[in-house]
């Protein structure tokens, strides 16, 4: 399927925003498109560009000295519709983490499925490491998916991920392998069902 | 042996419906039914063609044209080039899959979520997914149904399951008798105002309680369809004889002797005395009033009759931020109450509140009156069956002399996709369930509340306590 993911170390974007729905990170009227590829130019587009399509200069995506594989975003990430499409868009545009304390369910499952690592961390450590990005975009974020800990200027936390996604991130794998070695198990369950 | 520990329905479901549970992996959970539409499938067959496989089972996937699709002259072309295309894709997808598609023109299009309870395809017990969080909706009848994505969707047509963790459970109680204009987008708005929009993220909500029993089957369906606003996975009825009477003669509903060998099995189904839940919560119906939000997100909702909060009376402080950016964007001072306050649209439609029931609450509130000259007001029946029973009923006439404009079934205004959208900066007061930034238009600003609420906001022209007019 996908990339496979063990560690990465980049720059992050901070985005404090919190409940930051998926309707923020893109709006229904980018979800026309029938394929997958194309959907990070969108991205934030309602906070990213005027309705005259001229980039908003304090938006942080516009803001040349940020930017990185990592997006650190407040509370409640993701809520909201369950389109993929928002998983897509900030994969397209070239995220592989987000960062945040708390995030919707659907949207985590979509991030997992499209090898983009949501990581769980507290809301300290969430507050220290938008602070500082702040301060200095130029600071280094690690976020080490075997050992489940990320760290920035000598801080570190652990984080938890599901051992069965886990897997799946290292090894680029898909759930429907999974499930499509089940087919004999579906059907006879199917039948009788 | 020993004795079985009680159960919750959820968990008799779910547990009914593992096709493999191995140590390590999620559970392989059975999909009795998988609704799909125009917006999250296309790349779901793509995969399919990628892989060269069919779809697991068509007799268990049910498709419709809802979120992309004019709500004008549906008969003609749909004249932007991608919604067209987008449709177009899913009549191509469906034909080479063999898939049953409800297309514009079909006597049973219309919303996802409106159709398949109405078509007696959502049915006690079951599991059902759809790549929309709504799908929600279904657990009105004592089942288990949530949203999906897009790689979730291409799993499930290839092999009717999904990869799932159990989640939590969540009891919400309600007692009591519910007051005067009080209708069950109430309730819901009530939960959600309390407990937040991140407030049962992780769980699958059972509402019961004798208020609860009380609804018909289309308020049950408003109730558990905003269920996924306060985070949770799903949520569920369990099935009583509102639920069977409505079941009952539905097209694909078991007919004859074997719908009530099904009610037997659906009897079954509710959960057993000292069932565990990992969190329960109880309200009274008597405290809940008319609701309406003031915010961005479901969670910042009151009383109509109340103000809206102080940036001091934040329980959160790191919540303050977010909350001033969220009136900012509504044009509203913290403080500030919202009767009184003009609306420029009044939008009645959606997965929420667009049955016939609503349109009928509609219609008994604005019977012989005309709309306020400052509103312009959609009326989106949510499929083509409510639409035909409205003419029927000739609900029409009510709302053609009242100045409303009723249009054809689908997802309207509801997501600021289609045609249908709320100008930047406009006001509008709407039955649907969702509030976020632009979500009804690029800048729309939206008021959720009931269909009732709304009626009465269409004939004042601005926010209304409803129990002044009933
Ligand atoms: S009516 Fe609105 S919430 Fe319901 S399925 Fe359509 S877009 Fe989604």
């Known amino acids: 399927m996908k990339d496979k993911f063990t560690i990465l170390r980049s720059t992050a974007v901070p985005l404090p925003a919190e409940n930051i729905d998926t309707d923020q990170i893109i709006p229904a009227r980018f979800l026309k498109a029938t394929t997958r590829e194309g959907f990070g130019d969108n991205l934030f587009r309602d906070w990213r560009y005027t309705p005259a399509d001229e980039p908003i200069s304090d938006f942080v995506l516009n803001n040349v000295s940020f930017s990185g594989k990592i997006l650190v975003a407040g509370k409640n990430f993701g809520c909201g519709s369950s389109r993929e499409h928002a998983a897509w868009a900030i994969y397209d ?68 991920i599901n051992a069965y996604k886990k897997e799946c991130l290292i090894n680029g794998y898909d759930d429907i392998d999974y499930l499509l070695s089940l087919n004999k198990e579906i059907r006879e369950f199917d039948l009788a069902h | 042996m020993s004795e079985q520990k009680p159960k919750t329905i959820f968990e008799k479901i779910w547990d009914a419906h593992v096709v493999k549970r191995a140590e390590g992996y999620p559970d392989a959970l059975f999909i009795d039914r998988h609704y799909i539409h125009e917006v999250t499938s296309p790349q779901a067959f793509d995969g ?45 997808n469906c034909a080479a899959f063999g898939v049953e598609l409800y297309d514009l023109g079909h006597p049973f299009q219309g919303i996802v979520h409106i159709i398949g309870p109405e078509l007696g395809l959502t049915q006690p017990g079951m599991t059902m997914v759809c790549g929309d969080s709504h799908t929600s909706t279904h657990g009105a009848f004592g089942s288990i ?93 369990a099935p009583d004889e509102t639920t069977f009477n409505y079941m ?27 069932a565990v839940y990992d969190v329960v919560l109880k309200y009274d119906a008597a405290d809940i009033e008319p609701m309406i939000t003031y915010g961005t997100n479901p969670g910042m909702g009151m ?49 929420t509140n667009a049955r016939i029931e609503d349109l009928r609450l509609v219609a008994s509130i604005v019977k012989g009156k005309k709309k306020a000259n400052n509103v312009e007001v959609w009326v989106i029946p949510g499929s083509k069956q409510v639409e035909e ?82």
Request: aromatic share 8%; charged share 25%.
């Open chain 2, 48 to 92: 399919l063609r990628k892989r060269g496989i069919k779809v697991f089972n068509v007799n268990r996937t049910t498709a419709t044209a809802d979120h992309n699709v004019p709500t004008k002259d549906q008969h003609l072309p749909i004249k932007e080039a991608l919604s067209r295309h987008q449709v177009e894709t899913l009549r191509k």
């Open chain 2, 389 to 470: 029973q409205a003419l029927k009923e000739g609900l029409n006439k009510v709302f053609e002399e009242a100045g409303f404009e009723l249009r054809s079934p689908g997802c309207s205004a509801c997501l600021g996709m289609n045609e249908d959208k709320v100008p930047p900066g406009k006001y509008c007061i709407s039955t649907s369930n969702r509030n976020f930034e632009g979500r009804q238009g690029p800048r729309s600003r939206t008021f959720l509340a009931s269909p009732l609420s709304a009626a009465v906001a269409a004939i004042t022209g601005k926010v209304t306590d409803v129990r002044e007019y009933i």
């Open chain 2, 303 to 351: 009383k109509v009759t109340d103000r809206i909060p102080t940036v001091e009376e934040l329980k959160e402080i790191n919540e303050q931020v977010s909350f001033k950016k969220s009136l900012d964007y509504m044009g509203l001072e913290p403080g500030s109450a919202l009767l009184g306050k003009a609306v420029d649209y009044v939008f009645i439609g959606s997965c």
């Open chain 2, 248 to 274: 009952k003669g539905r097209k694909f509903a078991p007919q004859g002797a074997e719908f009530d060998k099904a009610v037997e099995k659906w009897k079954q189904l509710p959960s057993d005395a000292g």
């Open chain 1, 93 to 160: 545009y070239g995220f592989r983490v987000v960062v945040s304390s708390f995030f919707a369910d659907i949207f985590k499952n979509n991030a997992l499925n499209n090898a983009v690592l949501p990581v769980v961390v507290t809301d300290k450590f969430l507050q220290s490491l938008l602070e500082t990005l702040q301060q200095n975009p130029q600071t280094e974020v690690i976020v080490d998916l075997v050992n489940q800990q990320i760290s920035f200027d000598g801080k570190l936390e652990k984080f938890e």
């Open chain 2, 145 to 237: 149904a949530f949203g999906i994505g897009t790689s979730e969707v291409e799993q499930v047509l290839a092999t009717q399951c999904i990869l799932q963790y159990k989640p939590k459970t969540m009891k919400i109680e309600i007692n009591g008798k519910l007051g005067k204009g009080v209708v069950s987008k109430d309730i819901i708005l009530y939960i959600i105002s309390k407990i937040s929009a991140s407030g049962a993220t992780g769980f699958f909500v059972e509402y019961t309680g004798d208020a609860i029993r009380s609804l018909s089957m289309e308020a049950r369906m408003t109730i558990c369809n905003m269920s996924i606003e306060m985070g949770a996975r799903g949520g569920l009825i």
